[in-house]
């Protein structure tokens, strides 16, 4: 067990799987995408990611699926996203045109993005092509609203207040 600025565990799962587990604290900041997801994308970047969330609906949630669809288009070498969520009631087709445009920018960068409706989904996973198994409680929505336009953490992920959370990593050699 090692006890750093957040809460880190580590375990071994049977086969060789590798856990880890961190927990963000109500409050905390510093817990941007490329933080939380930078392991699972050294050393070999995956070719797909899959991610499962019921709760990709509103505005500010496309966005943040945006933001980490950012990153991966940055980390290189992922070729398709396959995001799989609920519909918004009421503001179906604003929600349509809204993966549509965010399809459409993936694609000038060589990523194809699949969408998938679920009236079922409640668990949030992020599964990686590479062997990385990420489930997040709050699932990519875990960042408090700033307290205005104009405040420090607007746009700076990194220093936006989080909700409290817990993400498990789990690694599985033999799954590259």
């Known amino acids: 067990v090692c006890v750093c600025v957040c809460v880190v565990r580590f375990f071994l799962c049977p086969a060789t799987c590798q856990h880890e587990q961190i927990v963000i ?3 905390d900041i510093g817990y941007d995408y490329h933080r939380v997801f930078d392991r699972c994308l050294r050393g070999r ?8 969330d019921a709760y990709v609906r509103s505005n500010h949630q496309i966005s943040n699926f945006l933001r980490f669809c950012e990153l991966l288009v940055l ?4 070729k398709r996203i396959t995001l799989t969520t609920g519909q918004d009631e009421g503001a179906e087709q604003q929600q349509r045109e809204h993966f549509e445009k965010v399809s459409q920018s993936l694609s ?10 679920s009236t079922t989904l409640h668990d949030r996973e992020i599964r990686f092509s590479n062997g990385w198994v990420v489930k997040i409680g709050r699932g ?3 960042f408090k609203a ?5 405040s420090i953490g607007f746009c ?3 220093l ?3 909700h409290e959370t817990t993400i498990d990593y789990y690694f599985q050699p033999g799954k590259v």
Do not use: N, Q
Request: hydrophobic share 30%; charged share 40%; glycine share 12%.
């Open 25 to 27: 604290r109500e409050g």
């Open 45 to 52: 970047t995956p070719e797909s990611v899959e991610v499962e």
């Open 75 to 78: 980390a290189g070498g992922v």
């Open 108 to 117: 000038s960068h060589g990523i194809r993005l699949e969408i998938k409706f």
């Open 140 to 142: 990519l929505d875990y």
């Open 146 to 150: 700033p307290k205005g336009r104009f």
């Open 156 to 158: 700076e992920m990194k």
């Open 160 to 162: 936006r207040r989080c």
